[in-house]
């Protein structure tokens, strides 16, 4: 199952700080339409990468009032990026360093950013080391605390199952996720399969390093999960956006409401029907997400 729309962006590669071969998809508004506005960098989620940023990249590089460069990245691991020997390097601050790099190799000093789960904790980091960096921030079902219930379902469905062809791919992605999901549609369970997996020799392939997925097994969820509470503080700071699943297990109601209180600025944006993380091309996401974006450089 080929990738889509490939013209609409330019593949990019870069070095991280150790050396490590990572990719980006570049997606550049014709002419000077965008010139004058800062871009759009997102950040996928743990076993995510740039594929799920497609729809909404398109979206935004060509909007007709205001569009904008977007970059999606692929995390070392991830996607096209290479895989890392040392599998300790999978994790928060060496990722961290990452986008940093890739902000200084395709030349963006500053810049929107929208960080879906690991991502946005990414950018939790990034606002306390690097804030000169950030415009603007959008989280998409993410914050400085998570829940380790929904933590433990990412661990159980990405050590799970494996598809022998494309349509059970998408059937698993049905099963596992089907009941916070109940805006999807048959196309859009096809859709994220697509961006999950790679075709190798005609079957699905989880595109991630499987050592990403065997480091949740190690976690001891009978103790307190580590937060971000003091990393939000420096977020905070940022003209900020957050989007929750209206069934995320991952955020929970509790941990949203702290946000806004430590927040009093933050636009935030239920995702119904669906739960973590949400799709943002579906449904109004989008057109928040751009009405956010308008207030931005």
Not at 15 to 31: I, Q, V
Not at 55 to 63: G, K, V
Not at 134 to 144: Q, S, T
Not at 261 to 269: A, E, M
């Given at each position: 199952m080929p990738d889509v729309d490939a013209?609409?962006?330019?593949?990019?590669?870069y070095?991280?700080?150790?050396?490590?071969?990572?990719?980006?998809?570049?997606?550049?508004?014709?002419?000077a339409a965008a010139a004058e506005?800062?871009?759009?960098?997102?950040?996928?989620?743990?076993?995510?990468?740039?594929?799920?940023f497609h729809?909404?990249?398109?979206?935004?590089?060509?909007?007709r009032t205001g569009p904008r460069r977007v970059i999606a990245v692929d995390s070392r691991g991830r996607g096209n990026s290479a895989w890392d020997e040392n599998k300790a390097n999978y994790n928060l601050a060496v990722e961290?360093?990452?986008?940093?790099?890739?902000?200084?190799?395709?030349?963006?000093?500053?810049?929107?950013?929208?960080?879906?789960?690991?991502?946005?904790?990414?950018?939790?980091?990034?606002?306390?080391?690097?804030?000169?960096?950030?415009?603007?921030?959008?989280?998409?079902?993410?914050?400085?605390?998570?829940?380790?219930?929904?933590?433990?379902?990412?661990?159980?469905y990405l050590n799970g199952r494996k598809p022998a062809d494309w349509k059970e791919a998408a059937d698993i992605l049905q099963v596992n996720h089907g009941a916070s999901f109940t805006a999807l549609t048959g196309e859009d369970w096809r859709e994220m399969a697509l961006a999950l997996y790679r075709d190798v020799g005609g079957r699905?392939?989880?595109?991630?390093?499987?050592?990403?997925?065997e480091a949740l097994r190690s976690i001891d969820f009978s103790q307190p999960l580590p937060d971000l509470w003091a990393q939000f503080e420096s977020l905070s700071r940022f003209p900020l956006m957050l989007i929750r699943g209206e069934n995320s297990p991952l955020l929970s109601q509790e941990t949203v409401n702290e946000m806004a209180?430590?927040?009093?600025?933050?636009?935030?944006?239920t995702a119904g029907g669906q739960g973590h993380?949400?799709?943002?091309?579906?449904?109004?996401?989008?057109?928040?997400?751009?009405?956010?974006?308008?207030?931005?450089?």
């Open positions: 013209g609409s962006f330019q593949e990019r590669f070095h991280s700080s150790d050396g490590l071969t990572l990719y980006a998809r570049d997606y550049r508004p014709p002419g506005r800062l871009p759009v960098i997102c950040l996928p989620g743990l076993s995510r990468n740039a594929r799920d729809p909404l990249a398109l979206l935004l590089s060509r909007d961290t360093g990452d986008i940093i790099a890739a902000c200084t190799a395709f030349g963006i000093e500053r810049a929107v950013f929208i960080g879906t789960s690991r991502g946005g904790l990414i950018l939790h980091l990034i606002a306390a080391a690097r804030p000169d960096l950030l415009e603007a921030v959008v989280l998409n079902d993410i914050g400085p605390a998570i829940e380790a219930g929904g933590l433990a379902l990412i661990r159980d699905p392939v989880a595109d991630f390093d499987p050592a990403i997925a209180r430590l927040h009093p600025g933050l636009v935030l944006h993380a949400p799709l943002l091309h579906l449904g109004n996401i989008s057109a928040a997400i751009r009405a956010f974006l308008a207030t931005c450089r």
